[in-house]
């Protein structure tokens, strides 16, 4: 039996959805996805899929500078910070050295949360910033801010919504 706490936090749960599924389907963008945990990526490749996104993934660095080298057909770049080798700042300074404005959008996917955080990695050459745990309304609305330079309007979509809840975080 559910008590009556528990069933107003499903009630505000319900309430709270949103649509995701399909919502960057029109702009299809093509996004280069760099983390070296392969759980990360596989939440963000889903939340990302689901919304029409089609992602290519590398799991260093080095294989996203590969990667991007061998394809500069990308819309957004989302790069974690923490990794070996060559960490997300290290990877970003060096893509940018070689393409300057011809690369995309970089934004950095971190647990560093704190404002201080996402001020250093603004002005360490991201363009944007996105805490971990991910949380799939801000992701997709970040990865459209980005692509389009606008705010969102996911709130507006009428589509089918599905849940927040259906989505993993990380």
């Known amino acids: 039996k559910l008590k009556i706490g528990k069933k107003t936090a499903i009630n505000k749960a319900t309430k709270e959805e949103i649509v ?3 919502y960057l389907k029109k702009l299809s963008p093509k996004i280069l996805l760099v983390d070296d945990n392969a759980v990360n990526r596989k939440v963000a490749r889903e939340i990302l899929t689901r919304a029409g996104c089609d992602i ?3 799991e260093s660095g080095l ?3 590969e990667n991007y080298t061998k394809s500069q057909d990308f819309n957004l770049i989302l790069m974690d910070i923490q990794m070996p ?9 060096k893509l940018r050295e070689t393409f300057g404005s011809k690369l995309p959008k970089v934004v950095a996917m971190t647990a560093y949360s704190m404002q201080d955080d996402k001020e250093k990695f603004l ?3 991201f363009d944007g910033y996105v805490s971990k745990p991910i949380r799939a309304e801000i992701l997709v609305k ?3 801010k980005m ?11 009428k589509k089918t ?3 927040v809840s259906s989505f993993p975080s990380f």
């Open 63 to 65: 294989l996203a500078i």
């Open 123 to 125: 002005n360490s050459g």
């Open 56 to 58: 290519l993934e590398a």
């Open 20 to 22: 995701l599924t399909n």
């Open 85 to 93: 080798v060559l960490d997300g700042i290290e990877t970003t300074k």
């Open 161 to 163: 919504p599905i849940s």
């Open 142 to 144: 970040t990865v459209e």
């Open 147 to 157: 692509i389009v330079g606008k705010k969102s309007a996911i709130s507006k979509n």
